[in-house]
């Protein structure tokens, strides 16, 4: 292999792959890219044997072929070159790396090594608008714990029906559901559903950052494609049954009191401060026209805070992981949110109030202290 490609073409690829290389692997192929040169182009691909992605970049090719770099420190080499194109050839049993007046010899694994990734072309696909999937993984990702025993617990449940679709995240503390219309075609009857690992949410992000053209989704027997912006991104599903999460969503929450989401953030801020460190509890003491949050540790101190509010209904105290609360109000974007409750003892609904486009559940389980 033997090749030019511009700094800036190159680190925007590599940079994609950085969350996707294990660092500590028992398999040391895994922590490599691998780099394939062909007509005048360059792909690239690498996995953690859950999550895969491929991408490519334009590259004038003296000579074609594949190796592998570590992905990592290849990464920083091309990071701290100056804008110029780079050069990279295969050297001996390794590969040169040179631009500039800088020249550098790395290590390379056998290609061969690689592992071989599924392909593309499941027998169910759909075209999903990338705005939406934006909105739906920022708004659930955080309520994945990612270290459950429960293995069907470390991803989101994502299904899709004809006419909507939705992706459902919880920890057992809390659930985060986000609905969104679509327009599928009468032939889509079915509904699909799968359980995307947290890594792939979290990569998923990662490439709707830029650019504004839709999504193209694939679902395999065991693999999930995601493509992107001419990127695919390839992961394998999470076995197992997900909780039926209609169930949490409380029905008889009577009690629906709005705040202001900037104030409510600052005071929840403010207040959590001098919570105790390991619970981060927060007290929501609900009476006739205001709402005191307030929190107290016997090594810290105590706090308050007073909220007015329009409500008239019988007064209640209810405590809430401070945490909890300010990962919802951080995801949501409107300038109004409601608080719907029962008693001290039920799940609470939190949602955002005038949202357009989308419907937000949050559910999250009061605390006992």
């Known amino acids: 292999m033997e090749l030019v490609v511009r700094k800036n073409d190159l680190l925007r690829e590599l940079q ?13 192929i895994l922590a490599n890219v691998l780099m394939e040169a062909m007509g005048d182009q360059l792909s690239f691909l690498a996995t953690d044997l859950e999550v895969g992605l491929r991408s490519k970049c334009a590259a004038s090719i003296a000579k074609s072929g594949a190796l592998t770099l570590p992905a990592k420190k290849f990464y920083e080499i091309v990071k701290s070159l100056p804008e110029t194109d780079i ?6 049993g390794g590969v040169k790396v040179a631009a500039d007046r800088f020249d550098s010899r790395m290590q390379t694994l056998p290609r061969e090594d690689f592992p071989t990734l599924p392909e593309s072309g499941g027998a169910s696909s759909a075209t999903l608008p990338r705005s939406a999937i934006k909105e739906m993984v920022e708004k659930t990702q955080f309520a994945i714990t990612g270290e459950d025993t429960r293995y069907f617990l470390n991803g989101a449940l994502f299904v899709l029906r004809p006419e909507a679709m939705s992706l459902v995240a919880t920890d057992g503390h809390r659930l985060a559901l986000v609905t969104v219309t679509r327009d599928g075609k ?6 699909v559903k799968a359980i995307l690992p947290k890594k792939t949410l979290g990569e998923l992000a990662r490439l709707l950052q830029e650019g504004d053209e839709d999504i193209r989704y694939e679902r395999g027997e065991n693999h999930l494609f995601f493509e992107v912006g001419g990127r695919l991104l390839i992961s394998r599903m999470i076995d197992g049954q997900f909780p039926a999460y209609e169930r949490v969503i409380p029905k008889g929450n009577d009690k629906h009191i709005e ?5 409510l953030t600052n005071a929840v801020k403010r207040v959590a401060l001098l919570s105790n460190e390991r619970s981060r509890a927060v007290k929501f003491q609900i009476d006739n026209g205001k709402v005191e949050v307030t929190s107290s540790s016997p090594d810290l101190g105590e706090a308050k805070e007073t909220l007015p509010v329009d409500y008239g209904g019988a007064s209640m105290q209810i405590c809430f992981n401070a945490q909890y609360v300010l990962d919802f109000l951080a995801a949501v974007s409107t300038d109004i949110v409601s608080i719907e409750l029962k008693d001290e003892v039920s799940q609470a609904m939190m949602k955002p109030v005038g949202a357009e486009g989308y419907d ?4 999250i389980m009061p605390m006992r202290v």
């Open 259 to 263: 705040f202001e989401r900037d104030r």
């Open 87 to 92: 050069r990279i050839a295969e050297d001996k």
């Open 16 to 28: 994609l792959f950085q969350g996707i290389v294990e660092r500590k692997n028992t398999i040391p």
């Open 360 to 363: 937000y559940t949050y559910v």
């Open 186 to 191: 009468p032939d889509d009857a079915e509904e």
